[in-house]
């Protein structure tokens, strides 16, 4: 079982910064992938940033060159840095490690919210 919890989220003007950060406990190993998520009000949960066990991060093209997905694994963290915010933005943003067990298994936390005004 990994358990997840994030946190930084909250409220940013358009143009502004925030950090979220993701603290990983539990059984940490065989990580496969770390991932930031995020779910618009009404929408569906969309990827944001991904990186895989090899250290290569890829994004959503929405979020390219704006945020920024890095991982302390030594610390079980993993930041997402947000840069340029739009209102566009704003949603529950949840991480998500893949975990290679008897089977691949995807553990989520419970999400912090992040909301951009104009």
């Known amino acids: 079982q990994i358990l997840l919890a994030e946190s930084g989220g909250g409220l940013a003007k358009s143009g502004g910064s925030l950090r979220l950060s993701c603290k990983a406990s539990?059984?940490?190993?065989?990580?496969?992938?770390r991932a930031w998520y995020r779910q618009p009000k009404d929408k569906m949960r969309e990827l944001v940033a991904i990186?895989?066990?090899?250290?290569?991060?890829n994004y959503a093209d929405s979020v390219k060159d704006r945020f920024t997905i890095s991982t302390d694994n030594a610390k079980n963290m993993i930041y997402l840095d947000m840069n340029n915010l739009r209102p566009e933005d704003s949603g529950v943003y949840f991480c998500?490690?893949?975990?290679?067990?008897?089977?691949?298994?995807?553990?989520w936390g419970q999400g912090t919210q992040v909301t951009v005004i104009s």
């Open positions: 998500r490690f893949e975990a290679l067990r008897v089977g691949l298994y995807e553990f």
């Open positions: 539990g059984d940490t190993f065989s990580i496969a992938s």
């Open positions: 990186v895989g066990s090899d250290g290569a991060a």
